[in-house]
């Protein structure tokens, strides 16, 4: 039975919501893995849930958008050398490392 709580709790919280409009609705979703993650170091995400929990922690340089184009994560800008080598990437000011060394 215990397994049907995860299940079962938010069901029963959502059915017992009001019914009068809102024009301030909000959408949550809630997303779990089957799976724990192995690590929750970066340098050792090879699996799908070490990944997204890495993912949820970690800010990365770049991020994707959902059409598969990238955008500015902690960078604000990167060039490319013209022999497609080597990435400078422009840091946003003020970012840290988790340690707190600029």
Same mark, same amino acid.
């Given at each position: ?43 050792? $995400?090879? @699996?799908?849930? *070490? ?10 340089? +770049?991020?994707? !958008? &959902? ?13 490319? $050398?013209? @022999?497609?080598? *080597? ?10 490392? +988790?340690?707190? !060394? &600029?």
């Amino acid at each position: 039975m215990r397994r049907f709580y995860p299940l079962i709790v938010p069901l029963v919280v959502a059915a017992c919501g009001g019914g009068g409009s809102s024009t301030n609705r909000r959408t949550l979703v809630d997303s779990r893995d089957n799976y724990d993650p192995r690590s929750l170091d970066p340098a050792l $995400s090879t @699996d799908v849930p *070490t990944g997204r929990a890495v993912g949820y922690l970690f800010d990365g340089l +770049t991020r994707f !958008t &959902p059409d598969a184009g990238v955008v500015p994560g902690l960078a604000t800008s990167w060039e490319v $050398s013209p @022999d497609g080598i *080597t990435y400078t990437f422009h840091l946003r000011r003020g970012v840290t490392f +988790t340690d707190c !060394t &600029p």
